[in-house]
């Protein structure tokens, strides 16, 4: 099956300074990746979608400065958080959608996450 | 606004019994649902998709309901094992592009 991988599987960084998450697909091509974050006992909360060769989408309430996101090829996009603070400390967990292979094109591949922790 | 509930307490159920896990939506006309499996510090893993003409989906212990005149989508795992133990998500959705989650369901099933 398809396989979507993160790294870091986890950070620990000073307030104050900026943090970059790759998700890359290594099975298949995604032209779209969705980036997600999910605090501890919380459902997965749906941050912005990564269009490759394009800008991304935020959702409402999402700083798009701070959370920088690039999809540079069509295996990878970056999520950076710029000036992370305390309360970005989180789960964050991309996603991607198999579009080539059709049968599969609902399924959403996750990736394993990556734990920040910002001190 | 668009709402997904699913059971808020844990279940626990005993190895070899049905586990059913509820998920009712508001405000919503999904095109299809899909339930994954989440494990503790791991990423979503999907489990099964059920689309609005259908009213049910197996797939080897796991079976699916999709009831759009209830609003609801009830997830069972027959002949439970320990290792079914994880949190439960389901995930209605209409565009086939980003997926809105619910809080999930947590499930132990023990020995």
């Known amino acids: 099956g398809a396989v979507v991988s993160q790294h870091p599987s986890w950070v620990i960084c000073k307030s104050g300074t900026s943090v970059k998450i790759e998700c890359r697909s290594l099975?298949?091509?995604?032209?779209?990746m969705f980036w997600y974050r999910q605090f501890p006992k919380q459902s997965l909360m749906l941050m912005a979608t990564?269009?490759?060769?394009?800008?991304?989408?935020?959702e409402q309430g999402v700083e798009k400065d701070k959370f920088l996101i690039n999809h540079a090829s069509l295996t990878l996009s970056t999520l950076t958080v710029t000036s992370a603070h305390p309360e970005d400390s989180s789960f964050y967990i991309c996603s991607a959608r198999d579009m080539v292979h059709l049968a599969s094109s609902y399924e959403q591949y996750f990736g394993p996450g990556t734990r920040l922790t910002v001190t | 606004s668009q709402k997904i509930e699913q059971n808020s307490e844990a279940l626990n159920i005993q190895e070899g019994k049905t586990a059913t896990l509820t998920c009712n939506y508001t405000?919503?006309?999904?095109?299809?649902l899909q339930w994954y499996r989440q494990d503790p510090g791991r990423g979503p893993v999907f489990l099964l998709l059920i689309r609005e003409n259908e009213k049910e989906k197996r797939k080897e212990r796991l079976k699916v309901t999709f009831d759009t005149t209830l609003k609801q989508s009830l997830f069972h795992i027959t002949a439970s094992q320990p290792a079914d133990s994880a949190t439960y998500l389901c995930a209605p959705s209409n565009s086939g592009y980003a997926l809105n989650f619910g809080k999930g369901t947590s499930l132990l099933v023990t020995p």
């Open positions: 990564s269009n490759e060769g394009s800008k991304a989408t935020y």
């Open positions: 405000n919503y006309s999904p095109a299809y």
């Open positions: 099975d298949f091509q995604a032209t779209t």
